[in-house]
């Protein structure tokens, strides 16, 4: 039976959405192929009518998750900060944010994947750029860059720490960092 255009689109996102959350949660070494299609409730042997290898999928899917990413949209920079640092942003590891979760793995990875990460930065850094306080857009810009420096590093710091009182307070001292950096730019 031959699939329609419009299906194998659907299959192909189902995969990248799962192979997306299943790599943030648990990383990209340890998750298979099959445990990615069974998620995406399809079979294992069709997986290489998608992509090329498990290589192929990495890069794709962190291209698909990085897309999708919340941005901060019209949002000022602190309100999306306050978003983005919230507690509940980050314990959902599977769901949040890509770059927090896999850009440490993703030094690791080949071209492809290093180059859907680059170009996920770079569109973060710009739609930052658009929203953050700034008497010029080089200092727009400036203060994306190192806003989202601080936003990524405290939700990585946060994660690693087993001590939930610390992890709280990293997120709650970034935010406020954030937020009286954006109200002296003003």
């Not at 569109?123 to 008497?135: C, D, E, K, N, S």
């Not at 727009?140 to 405290?154: E, L, N």
Request: aromatic fraction near 6%; charged fraction near 25%.
């Amino acid at each position: 039976m031959r699939v329609s255009r419009e299906q194998v689109a659907e299959n192909r996102a189902r995969i990248l959405d799962a192979a997306g959350r299943l790599f943030r949660e648990r990383g990209f070494e340890s998750v298979t192929v099959a445990e990615v299609m069974k998620a995406a409730g399809l079979t294992h042997g069709g997986f290489y009518g998608y992509f090329a290898s498990k290589d192929d999928l990495i890069a794709q899917s962190l291209g698909h998750a990085l897309a999708n990413a919340a941005l901060a949209g019209d949002a000022a920079l602190a309100e999306y900060a306050a978003w983005y640092l919230s507690p509940e942003h980050c314990a959902d590891r599977a769901g949040g944010c890509p770059t927090a979760a896999l850009g440490a793995e993703t030094i690791r990875q080949g071209g492809g994947a290093r180059a859907a990460m680059t170009a996920g930065l770079r569109h973060q850094i710009g739609a930052l750029a658009r929203v953050a306080p700034g008497g010029d857009d080089a200092g727009r810009r400036r203060a994306a860059i190192g806003s989202w420096s601080a936003m990524v590093g405290a939700v990585i710091l946060a994660r690693l720490s087993d001590d939930p009182e610390l992890g709280a307070e990293i997120l709650a001292e970034t935010r406020a960092w954030i937020g009286e950096r954006a109200e002296a730019d003003a």
